[in-house]
């Protein structure tokens, strides 16, 4: 190695609990009367001026190698686990995903856009600067910080002179430390034309926040420290919670002009989401949503954000979850229109926003919680101009996507399909719950799709009284992992969405008295087979052809039920239907869902 370790400097100052890398070089920089960017060779950090890059700069500030901490630990006796709580890679797996950041330019620019950190610049709180004699916080780095706690303060992101966001740097060389110049850690350390812009910090106005501001701020930090707090009564990962808040982040900054924000909000942040959604509706393209899921790059909007988001995370259950989001189904209505938010059913979203947001649009949906506890709106809403227009399904449209279409409980099957069960969800599921799990997720899809109780999903899907509540309390024991649980029930849906939702409401109905099928016609194509169809065979049949339709239970099928079969025990009818369903050949099973196809055409022929 060319550069051995760095010898150890002098006395040095103690880099304080929270405080970020950057600051701590800027504090030691000015107890050594040197500056940081010489401080940070001597601490072996290697930062060089114009030389973005490099990578041992290219990191600076957002994660340390072990030549670095090794070489830290020479120069200053500060150890591993100091030196990492000062890098934003502190925040890695909880409100932050570096994973895939690695030491090249490609890899750093793609988590700098998609994350929600600030990966040169800083936040500040001037009282926090002031008491403190200009210790800069790491969280302050985080997108999502919008006030002191503490103080009671919003925090402050540009400065009032240079107009440039607190520790930039200069316009054009971002978050590396200056080598020429000393830096005064509680002055404005921006450049221009190598001078300093040196606004006294301190002195930065101070715009009082209230107490459930704060609260939301606290609680996006337990989150970011791995300890999140429940949503709506669950308890939740720390990257789930913060996913969550992202996406609900983005839905306020969707309908930003149109919303209602909770009164504890100070106008100057009203009036920044007000234009930020504003200048985007401006500029967007009616195909594309850009930007409103990126980072809040101002304190103001940041705020503002963060009392919505907050105050819906806090709910206790699901109603009152529901009624956080409320204002958002609101303002779609007043604002874009349901037609307008069709790129929001592309996001991904936590299963327990995506249940919320449900509850609160104005899609068919309302149809279902017409007929149930809550009616979204009020009556004077135009319910067919929020509906989203049904695609004709022709052969060629029906296999691809209906983009922005929903998924309503009329598209949910009883039974979720064998192939999808195993592959997504079995994983999350301890020991086979078999059928019951199958049930189980489409009672989850129910509820991804808006219904708010398992009562209410059972409901949904037209099951008799007690099944869902039975099913639900059975299955529920075996899920290994919730959170990864919903998110293969959420992908499922997708993937039924993406398939092109079949109606099996309307299947049901089609062949609700499809109770057998033509001997004479079935007879000589089974026998072919090797097969010899009876009367009980043909009623098993049906009830096979049935149960492949409508995804449907067994027990529901008509043939099982009608009045020419009950007269034979209900244990040998289903051994009946279990032996059809193992023999029948795959060539005659496809000539059977023909049948059905044209079945289904007969009785509705649109
Ligand atoms: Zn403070
Ligand atoms: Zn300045």
Redesign the pocket.
């Known amino acids: 190695m060319s550069v051995g370790l760095p010898r150890r400097l002098g006395l040095v100052l103690a880099p304080e609990v929270g405080e970020s890398l950057a600051s701590w070089i800027d504090r030691l920089g000015q107890d050594m009367r040197r500056s940081p960017g010489l401080v940070a060779d001597d601490l072996g950090l290697r930062v060089v001026p114009g030389a973005v890059q490099r990578p041992l700069s290219l990191l600076f500030g957002i994660t340390a190698n072990d030549e670095q901490t090794a070489a830290v630990e020479a120069a200053t006796g500060v150890g591993a686990e100091v030196l990492h709580a000062m890098h934003l890679s502190a925040y890695d797996g909880t409100v932050l995903d570096l994973s895939d950041l690695a030491d090249d330019k490609a890899s750093v620019q793609r988590v700098w856009f998609r994350e929600w950190a600030l990966f040169t610049t800083s936040r500040a709180?001037p009282?926090?600067l002031a008491e403190s004699g200009g210790v800069w916080m790491l969280w302050w780095r985080l997108a999502a910080a919008a006030v002191?706690p503490?103080?009671r303060?919003m925090l402050v992101s540009h400065c009032p002179r240079c107009g440039l966001e607190l520790r930039r740097g200069t316009e054009r060389n971002q978050g590396v430390p200056p080598r020429t110049l000393l830096v005064e850690p509680t002055r404005c350390a921006n450049r221009t034309r190598d001078r300093m812009c040196g606004y006294p910090l301190t002195e930065l106005p101070q715009v009082p926040v209230h107490d459930d501001v704060c609260a939301a701020q606290l609680a996006f930090l337990d989150a970011a420290y791995g300890r999140p707090p429940p949503v709506a009564g669950r308890c939740i990962g720390a990257a789930e919670w913060a996913w969550a808040f992202r996406s609900i982040c983005g839905l306020v900054r969707f309908v930003g002009d149109s919303i209602e924000l909770p009164a504890v909000v100070p106008a100057a942040a009203a009036q920044a989401l007000v234009d930020d959604a504003r200048r985007r509706r401006g500029a967007a393209s009616s195909r594309q949503v850009p930007g409103y899921r990126s980072k809040p790059r101002s304190a103001l909007l940041a705020t503002a954000l963060l009392a919505f988001a907050g105050r819906t995370l806090a709910a206790g259950n699901d109603d009152d979850l529901i009624e956080a989001m409320r204002p958002f189904g609101a303002a779609v209505v007043e604002g874009p229109g349901a037609q307008e938010c069709r790129p929001l059913w592309r996001w991904r979203m936590p299963p327990l926003v995506s249940m919320a947001v449900r509850a609160v649009f104005p899609t068919p949906m309302a149809r279902w919680s017409r007929a149930g506890a809550h009616v979204p709106f009020a009556a004077d809403v135009d319910r067919s101009a929020s509906r989203t227009p049904r695609r004709r399904r022709t052969s060629a449209a029906s296999s691809r996507s209906d983009p922005g279409g929903c998924l309503e409980f009329r598209h949910l099957p009883r039974l979720v399909a064998e192939a999808d069960y195993q592959e997504l969800i079995e994983p999350w599921l301890r020991t086979p719950p078999g059928l019951s799990g199958r049930r189980y997720v489409a009672l989850a899809l129910a509820r991804i799709c808006g219904a708010r109780t398992w009562a209410r999903a059972g409901l949904a899907l037209g099951w008799p009284d007690g099944r869902a509540a039975a099913v639900a309390d059975y299955v529920c024991e075996f899920v290994v992992d919730p959170a990864r649980f919903w998110q293969a029930a959420t992908t499922l849906a997708d993937r039924l969405q993406e398939r092109g939702p079949i109606d099996y409401d309307h299947r049901r109905q089609a062949l609700s008295r499809f109770v057998t099928i033509d001997r004479g016609i079935w007879g000589p194509l089974f026998a072919e087979h090797g097969g010899r169809l009876m009367p009980a065979g043909c009623r098993a049949a049906a009830v096979w052809l049935w149960t492949a339709m409508t995804c449907g239970e067994l027990g529901d099928a008509p043939a099982l039920l009608d009045p020419g079969w009950s007269t034979v025990p209900i244990k040998s009818r289903l051994r009946t239907c279990r032996t059809m369903s193992r023999w029948l050949p795959d060539a005659l099973a496809d000539q059977m869902l023909r049948f059905g196809a044209t079945l289904l055409d007969s009785h509705n022929p649109r």
């Open positions: 709180c009282s926090c002191c503490t103080h303060l």
